[in-house]
C-alpha cells in the first residue's frame, strides 16, 4: 500500500539530496571498522538541499524542484513506505532551482 501525503498551508515535504542523489554533504563520518560518527551540531549549521517531493496549497515551490533550506530548518526525519521525510515551510527556503546540478555547485 502506498502512503498519500498532503501538506497543508506552505508547508513543503523533501528529501535531502545528498542522502538520494549521490551528492556527499551528510552530517556523519564513518571509520575503516564501519563506526558512524556524528559530527557536532556546530558543524551542521550550514543550509542544505532537497529534492521537494509535496507541497501544500499555499507554497511557492513545485514538486520536483530542488530547494535550498536554511540551517536546522526542517523537522526530524519521518519515515514513511520506507523512505525518509522532512518538513519545512516556504519561509525557510533561501533558493530554489529546476536543476540538481545547480545544488552540486555549494
Do not use: H, Y
Request: contains cysteine; proline residues 4%.
Amino acid at each position: 500500500m502506498t502512503t498519500t501525503v498532503a501538506p497543508l498551508r506552505d508547508t513543503i515535504i523533501f528529501q535531502f539530496i545528498d542522502e538520494t542523489s549521490g551528492i556527499q554533504r551528510g552530517f556523519t563520518d564513518v571509520t575503516k571498522s564501519g563506526i558512524v560518527i556524528a559530527q557536532a551540531p556546530s558543524q551542521q549549521k550550514v543550509a542544505r538541499w532537497g529534492k521537494v517531493v509535496a507541497v501544500g496549497p499555499e507554497s511557492g515551490v513545485l514538486p520536483g524542484q530542488f530547494v535550498l533550506i536554511e540551517a536546522l530548518q526542517w523537522t526530524t526525519r519521518t519515515e514513511i513506505d520506507g523512505d525518509n521525510f522532512w518538513k519545512t515551510e516556504d519561509s525557510r527556503i533561501l533558493a530554489v532551482t529546476d536543476r540538481i546540478e545547480d545544488c552540486e555547485r555549494q
